[in-house]
């Protein structure tokens, strides 16, 4: 049996977007994906790696596309000339799709593609570095100026944009196609993370999609430079050494020390909470990142007096344009900071924190655990009445994940049977798809239940595990929580259920398809959370990540015990 509104019925509320929905997944399972969206006319082999690079979950080692020739195109450059990719026979071409308001994925692209061409030194002469603008809203030449100069990037590449009429064949050309690009009533524009490489004769030789790890991207570079050097004459050698070795992020329970703007330095990590603000210098483009910083100063000023955690802002030095970025930027303020400002320059604490893009808000609490987190692009900036209310209500509503899945059984013994059969298959992943979660469900009723989908490469996912672990432990001995493991490797899903234990099992599904049945109108993407009420209807359905544990347990309040 399927749950499903009864016909005529009113169709289940689906909430706004709190939080990005994954389009590009992290991991192996990425490179396949890919493989599969841009080579629907040949084929693609991923590029054996081997070592280090093989076990890095963090870049792509590559995707061999033969040596079809690459869908030519005639645009307007940031400059306003008219730039075509065949006037660069003879060189090699690293071609990237890039958003020209992009804040998440797009700046550690453009830093990796440069950082490829600069590692093949001189023989960096023959490779031409291209951006097409991927952004359906934004797509004038001071559009591209803007990315291009922010970024460092003037002199360094030709950013090429155009009208819809002009972009739209070129996105289908290369399978970025408008649907994954137009997501309505939100401000991202959401794509497919596509970098290749062109031979000398036009012919599509690599690909590749960008992880979202501000620490790896010096590797993602070396990787591109690699296989591009095999396109190039004498095969140079890349003349920067970078281990393929995944690193670690520095997680909110380490004590660490990040340098501080002006001297010193500033500790980071548990035995207080924290309130940090990651940005970087070329937010300008899209948000007024001065004027806010200005503005945070009230926050910090009443901190103490309110007893609400300090606040650090943290600049993503690893992808500032230059070292002088931050300082000139920090001096055209023409207002004194009351906050420190660090500096991330290896992005090891930006991914331990899991910041996926800029400006970024993240509230730890004194375990160092991430309890609330807001991205600016998204959901705008809180005024700081806003903001001292969710930063005070984040730290009251809970103590963040669970430790592991032994603590959600104790916390949830005496539960009625039904639910006490989830949770002692808590963090597992079973068999059986759809059918399997349908069956499920239709032996719940009478409980309200929540589904969580997600997967281990979903870095939105990630971010609203822990929330999901608390709800399910301060609701589930009331309303059952279950997983929807979407298009994941087992072996990752068990791995990711180790680190992100939650109370209750997930079920395997081959995609997001395998769940229409449940959902009139189909998944846009992951992760998603769907409501049903007691009799088994499905009354709400949240679109991307949430972004506190307060507004979960709202949606569980209201859409699942309180409606009927």
């Known amino acids: 049996p399927t749950v499903a509104a009864p016909r005529g019925a009113r169709s289940p509320a689906r909430r706004a977007r709190l939080g990005p929905v994954a389009v590009v997944p992290v991991g192996v399972v990425a490179v396949i ?22 076990t890095n979950p963090y870049i792509d080692p590559g995707t061999g596309m033969g040596a079809r020739p690459a869908p030519g195109f005639t645009l307007t450059d940031e400059t306003g000339h008219t730039v075509s990719l065949a006037q660069y026979r003879g060189r090699v071409v690293v071609l990237s799709f890039v958003d020209a308001e992009c804040q998440t994925i797009c700046p550690l692209t453009t830093q990796a593609m440069t950082y490829a061409k600069a590692a093949l030194g001189p023989a960096g002469r023959n490779v031409q570095l291209l951006g097409i603008n991927a952004n359906w809203k934004s797509t004038q030449v001071e559009d591209v100026l803007n990315y291009t100069q922010l970024h460092g990037l003037a002199g360094r590449w030709h950013f090429l944009t155009g009208s819809l009429h002009q972009l739209t064949p070129v996105w289908n050309a290369y399978h970025v196609d408008e649907k994954a690009l137009d997501q309505a009533g939100s401000n991202m524009i959401e794509h497919i993370a596509a970098t290749f490489i062109i031979d000398q004769r036009g012919r599509l030789r690599y690909s590749f999609t960008t992880y979202p790890s501000y620490g790896a991207i010096d590797q993602f570079g070396a990787r591109i430079a690699q296989l591009t050097s095999t396109l190039l004459p004498g095969h140079p050698q890349v003349a920067r050494n970078v281990s393929y070795a995944a690193i670690p992020g520095i997680t909110p329970s380490q004590a660490w020390r990040l340098p501080k703007l002006g001297g010193g330095s500033v500790a980071l990590g548990p035995g207080r909470p924290h309130l940090y603000l990651f940005f970087a210098t070329w937010d300008a483009q899209t948000t007024p990142i001065a004027a806010e910083l200005r503005l945070l100063s009230g926050y910090q000023d009443s901190a103490a007096r309110l007893r609400l955690p300090s606040l650090t802002a943290v600049d993503e030095g690893s992808v500032e344009p230059s070292p002088r970025a931050l300082p000139s930027f920090i001096g055209s303020l023409g207002q004194r900071l009351s906050y420190p400002v660090a500096v991330d320059r290896t992005g090891r604490v930006a991914d331990g924190y899991e910041v996926q893009g800029a400006p970024w808000f993240v509230l730890t609490n004194a375990a160092g655990k991430i309890v609330w987190y807001q991205e600016v692009y998204t959901s705008g900036w809180p005024t700081l009445s806003a903001l001292r209310s969710q930063v005070r209500g984040a730290l009251r509503g809970g103590a963040g994940s669970l430790e592991s899945t032994s603590e959600a059984r104790r916390l949830l013994a005496g539960s009625p049977a039904p639910l006490a ?42 971010k609203e595990f822990g929330l999901l672990s608390q709800a399910a432990a301060d609701y589930g001995k009331r309303v059952a929580f279950l997983g929807a493991d979407v298009n994941d490797h087992s ?56 972004a506190s544990l307060g507004a979960l347990e709202q949606d569980v309040s209201d859409a699942a015990l309180g409606s009927g």
């Open 33 to 54: 994906l890919l493989a599969l969206v841009i080579n629907q006319t040949g084929n693609s082999t991923p590029v054996a790696s081997g070592g280090t690079l093989a």
């Open 421 to 462: 059969a989830i949770h002692a298959q808590s963090s597992t992943v079973l068999p059986g798809g759809e059918a399997a979660l349908a069956a499920r469900l239709a032996k719940l009723r009478g409980y309200p239940v929540v589904v969580n989908v997600w997967a281990s490469w979903c870095a939105p996912c990630q």
């Open 491 to 546: 072996g990752d899903a068990s791995a990711f259920l180790r680190v992100h234990p939650v109370s209750y099992p997930s079920y395997a599904m081959p995609s997001e398809s395998a769940l229409n049945p449940l959902v009139t109108g189909g998944l846009a993407g992951t992760p998603e959370t769907l409501f049903f009420n007691r009799r088994g209807r499905l009354v709400q359905v949240q679109t991307g990540s949430f």
